[in-house]
Each structure stands twice: as C-alpha cells, then as structure tokens.
Nanobody
Framework: QVQLVESGGGLVQAGDSLRLSCAASGRTFSSYAMGWFRQPTGKEREFVAAISTSGGRTAYSDSVKGRFTISRDNAKNTVYLQMNSLKPEDTAVYYC?????????????????????WGQGTQVTVSS
C-alpha cells in the first residue's frame, strides 16, 4: 500500500510557475508508476502527466506539453510537477496517482482507471 499527499498548490497569476509535490509513504515507491491528473470545477478529471518507475519515460497531455515537467526522486519517495507559463485554464484540483508496476520499469499510464492509489488533491488557481 502507498499513501499519497500532494502539496504546493496555490493562487498565482497567468504566466507564473508552481511546483507541485506528491510525497508517498512506504518502501516500494520506486515500483510505482506515477501520474498527475486534474479536475476543473464542474468538469471531468483529465490526464496531465505520467512517469515510469525509473523516471526514464514520461508522457504529457497536449494541453500542458512544453509547459509542465513531471519528475521523480525515488530516494525521497516524491514525484513532482513543475508547471510553467500557467494559464487560467490550468485552474483545477490536481491529484497525483500511483500504480504498482514492479518489473515494468518503462511503463507509464495515462488513463485514470489504470491507477489504484490517489492523493487528496491540491488546488491550483491561475488568475488572468
């Protein structure tokens, strides 16, 4: 089992940057593929970014590609989402997610249903 706690959200202006962190409990963090999703108010949850267990492979939604960067530090049991050039349409609750993927170092997942563990979310609000 792994428990996830997001942090780093807040209120920023368009064009600003934020870095979200997701701290995971447990000793097997390096065996979990990780992802970030977001859910704007009144809308469905959507994929943002994903990273493989080793960190060697990443994926992004088209809406954030080139602006957001996902990374992980397995020694610190933490996954990050660096968000640059933020836009008002990035406003949402951001969730990190995990899926145990032992033995598949290059796997990542882009569908929410593929993940088995979720954090409680952190609000990101971008004003225009």
């Amino acid at each position: 089992q792994v428990q996830l706690v997001e942090s780093g959200g807040g209120l920023v202006q368009a064009g600003d940057s934020l870095r979200l962190s997701c701290a995971a409990s447990g000793r097997t963090f390096s065996s979990y593929a990780m992802g970030w999703f977001r859910q704007p108010t009144g809308k469905e949850r959507e994929f943002v970014a994903a990273i493989s267990t080793s960190g060697g492979r990443t994926a992004y939604s088209d809406s954030v590609k080139g602006r957001f960067t996902i990374s992980r530090d397995n020694a610190k049991n933490t996954v990050y989402l660096q968000m640059n050039s933020l836009k008002p349409e990035d406003t949402a609750v951001y969730y990190c997610a995990a899926r145990f993927t032992y033995g598949r170092a290059n796997y990542y997942y882009t569908q929410g249903n593929d993940y088995t563990h979720w954090g409680q979310g952190t609000q990101v609000t971008v004003s225009s």
